[in-house]
């Protein structure tokens, strides 16, 4: 079946500097978006940002990530982290076929000063 | 825009009592569903809908049974609390390919 990998259930990262969130995914059917969600605490899951074209980077809110097929990535990344990045990001391909959205494990982003 | 309601927000219930929560949805989308979201699993799939009177199963369906009588809403049922279990029950619909989630019910069983 589907699966998504997220390596890191907790990521902290000192405010201005870098953050990536990785996402590695197996899929066993035509997938023909990939997202990733944000979820703030106490607040429901909304959309981060989306792709579905290989190699093309998709950039929201100052977050970027590139889907790379050929990888089966579609990491995460911003250049600069501020406090209110704080949240659990969930990383997200969909299958197409069976409408279904199928979730990683999440990674919890912590953002201290 | 729209909005999607689930009721209760807090659910505490007992040992081997069924438990319904229950979700409505204004945006007129096809698809709904409900993921389960416990601490460290992420969100796991448990009942899908693509249109009224359908149901299709996710990865952890056992122990659930859904209904969906009508577009707007769809009900998930408990249908034996476990002692101790403690989750948040998280519904969403549809208008491919984005999800569009509701505030969730938070589950405690005693």
């Known amino acids: 079946g589907d699966s998504v990998t997220q390596t890191e259930g907790l990521v902290t990262v000192t405010e201005g500097l870098p953050v990536k969130l990785n996402c590695t995914y197996q899929?066993?059917?035509?997938?023909?978006?990939f997202f990733w969600y944000v979820q703030y605490l106490n607040e429901a899951p909304q959309v981060l940002l989306k792709?579905?074209?290989?190699?093309k980077r998709t950039e929201h809110q100052g977050f970027h990530a590139t889907l790379h097929k050929s990888s089966s990535s579609f990491h995460l990344q911003k250049s600069s982290a501020q406090l209110s990045d704080s949240a659990l990001y969930y990383c997200a391909p969909l299958n197409y076929n069976q409408g279904k959205l199928i979730f990683g494990q999440g990674t919890k982003l912590s953002i201290k000063p | 825009g729209g909005i999607i309601t689930q009721t209760p927000k807090f659910l505490i219930g007992q040992e081997g009592q069924k438990l319904t929560l229950k979700c409505q949805q204004n945006?007129?989308?096809?698809?709904m569903y409900w993921y389960r979201q416990d601490s460290g699993k992420g969100l796991r799939l448990i009942y899908y809908?693509?249109?009224?009177?359908?149901?299709q199963k996710g990865d952890l369906s056992e122990g659930y049974d859904a209904s969906r009588e009508k577009k707007s809403s769809f009900s998930l049922t408990v249908t034996s609390a476990q002692k101790n279990e403690m989750a948040v029950f998280l519904c969403?619909?549809?208008?491919?390919?984005?999800?569009?989630f509701g505030s969730g019910t938070r589950l405690t069983v005693l």
């Open positions: 792709s579905s074209t290989d190699n």
């Open positions: 809908s693509i249109t009224e009177n359908d149901l």
């Open positions: 899929t066993t059917y035509l997938t023909i978006a």
């Open positions: 945006f007129n989308h096809d698809t």
């Open positions: 969403a619909s549809s208008n491919r390919p984005t999800l569009y």
